[in-house]
């Protein structure tokens, strides 16, 4: 039951990492303005793209300094 279970679990996040990362592949990054309203929490987590996330995240830190 628990071997089951395990090769459920493994073949879902199988799938959720290569369906994340071809989307990650197959799309250009947007660039994002960089001023207070766009580096707010909330406007970083609205961004969808994982990448243009991460981007925007450091582009603001970045600012910061």
């Given amino acids: ?8 679990l493994l073949i879902v ?3 959720a ?4 990362g071809y989307r ?3 799309s250009k990054p ?8 766009a580096c707010t929490q909330e406007a970083i ?5 994982i990448t243009e996330r991460a ?6 830190a970045q600012r910061g300094k």
């Fill in 45 to 49: 987590k609205a961004i969808s793209s």
């Fill in 55 to 60: 981007v925007q995240s450091s582009r603001c």
């Fill in 17 to 20: 990492l290569v369906f994340t």
């Fill in 1 to 8: 039951m628990q071997t089951k279970l395990n090769t459920v």
């Fill in 24 to 26: 990650e592949m197959n």
């Fill in 13 to 15: 996040a199988t799938i």
């Fill in 30 to 37: 947007q660039i994002h303005d960089v001023n207070d309203g």
